[in-house]
């Protein structure tokens, strides 16, 4: 059973440099969401989508960008990477009709 | 801004003692979950309680929730070294697709 789906699981970019965190999940859920995790912080909600085509912002949604062309898949784009987007990124998933969310096994990120 | 506020930030006791964790919110909910995150891995989920419930058993874990305090906790009975993990609890308002995330206890459970 794969679920959620996470890749890279490290990368490590320079500032500026735009890149895409990829998440997939095979459970057929509508609701997918992008946490980032960092020290202190607990988890926040950058970007979320409820189905294929709909997607929007969470708490800290700023330097980042999502799309949602399938029911399966949940790219997170960072457009020009900074120092402070350093952090661990989890994709997340939901069915509509449950309430336990499904996290992928994170993305470890460091902008130098 | 974090929802969900746990105490204490980190708790270390001794394998078979129970440990209790406590979480505080600040708006209303419809319910609230806790999730475990071992080192290194992705949040699991524990349990949910919903706002119209005061407790909740699954196995060694009890939740308990007092929407009169906006108050809720964790509690693991008979711990083991396998129980040292980070826990979250979070909460759902109007939006269950929104789940809000406290900052977490880390558990050390010593053997």
């Known amino acids: 059973n794969a679920g959620v789906t996470q890749t890279p699981k490290f990368q490590v970019l320079k500032t500026g440099q735009s890149m895409t965190l990829q998440c997939a999940q095979d459970?057929?859920?509508?609701?997918m969401s992008w946490y980032r995790q960092d020290p202190g912080m607990g988890l926040r909600l950058i970007h979320y989508?409820?189905?294929?085509?709909?997607?929007d912002q969470g708490e800290v949604p700023n330097g980042y960008n999502v799309s949602r062309s399938t029911t399966e898949d949940f790219p997170l784009r960072l457009l020009s990477a900074a120092p402070s987007q350093t952090s661990v990124y989890f994709c997340?998933?939901?069915?509509?009709?449950?309430?336990?969310?499904?996290f992928g096994e994170g993305s470890w990120l460091t902008v130098v | 801004s974090q929802q969900g506020e746990e105490d204490p930030q980190a708790l270390s006791i001794q394998e078979g003692e129970n440990a209790t964790m406590n979480c505080s919110y600040k708006t209303s909910i419809n319910n609230l979950q806790w999730y475990r995150q071992n080192s290194g891995r992705g949040l699991v989920h524990l349990i949910l309680i919903r706002s119209n419930e005061r407790e909740k058993h699954s196995g060694r874990l009890r939740v308990t929730l007092d929407t009169s305090k906006k108050s809720s906790s964790l509690l693991i009975t008979a711990s083991r070294a396998a129980d040292t993990a980070s826990y979250f609890c979070?909460?759902?308002?109007?939006?269950?697709?929104?789940?809000?995330f406290g900052k977490g206890t880390l558990l050390t459970v010593n053997p």
């Open positions: 997340a998933s939901r069915p509509s009709s449950g309430n336990t969310i499904y």
């Open positions: 979070a909460t759902a308002g109007g939006s269950n697709y929104k789940l809000t």
């Open positions: 989508s409820v189905g294929a085509g709909i997607t």
């Open positions: 459970m057929n859920h509508e609701y």
